[in-house]
């Protein structure tokens, strides 16, 4: 089946030349272990969604624990490679300057499906805001986790925090008890118009978030006189 990946042209602001773009991909939601087993169960296969759903699980769950156990796991889809970061001074682990990620680069499956890809321009990305993407700063993963009392960074569009109006600011909305953080102004590290980096509450309760950011930010010298706002797509787990 041939793919297609839709994307908008933004403008280059890193260059002078009025003709320079990179293009954004534009995204088409988020889906979870379980719309991917429905899709799997669409094409026909015979079996019940629980026995997909342990048979997926078991097989992440085995290659997670190979790979932090320090082997180098291909998984068809990607490639799992564990990495210790941080200098050591003592020649002791030590959590407050030191961490484990997995380095996940593209595997055969993803290659092959690549060769299939064919991406469509929509045109110019008008002067909206938008969320692209959440990288968790500790584990310098996009996969939709936040650490408490560790660094995330926002990439996107105009979500620079400017204006008056006391709405201004960076929300996470608690998914199951709909209650609203918002973080202090000491709480934003940098505050870009395509980057923001944000510390974690250390004292927000674990759970499932959503991201919202409210602006006044235009770009120009000028504020908006109603703040405008954007939440991303895919919902957040802080842990």
């Known amino acids: 089946m041939k793919n297609i990946l839709k994307a908008w042209l ?68 990607v490639y799992l490679r564990p990495v210790i970061t941080g200098v050591f001074y003592d020649k002791t682990f030590d959590p407050a300057i030191n961490s484990v990620y997995i380095s996940a680069t593209q595997g055969m499956e993803i290659r092959r499906e690549l060769k299939e890809t064919s991406v469509s321009i929509l045109g110019e990305m008008p002067d909206v805001m938008h969320i692209f993407q959440v990288i968790n700063l500790r584990t310098k993963l996009a996969d939709g986790t936040l650490t408490r009392g560790r660094n995330a960074q926002v990439d996107g569009t105009y979500i620079k925090l400017t204006g008056d109006d006391p709405s201004v600011g960076v929300y996470l909305e608690n998914v199951d008890t709909g209650e609203q953080t918002k973080l202090e102004d000491d709480y934003i590290v940098t505050n870009d118009p395509s980057r923001l980096i944000l510390l974690i509450p250390a004292d927000l309760a674990a759970g499932t978030y959503r991201l919202k950011i409210i602006s006044q930010f235009t770009g120009a010298n000028k504020q908006l006189k109603s703040p405008r706002q954007v939440v991303y797509n895919n919902e957040l787990t802080v842990i």
């Open 10 to 77: 933004k403008k280059n602001e890193l260059t002078p030349d009025k003709n320079d773009y990179t293009a954004v991909v534009s995204p088409m939601g988020s889906i979870n272990q379980a719309g991917l087993i429905e899709s799997i169960r669409e094409e026909g296969i015979e079996l019940a969604p629980e026995t997909l759903n342990d048979v997926i699980t078991r097989y992440n769950r085995h290659a997670a624990r190979y790979a932090v156990s320090g082997w180098n796991v291909d998984s068809g889809l």
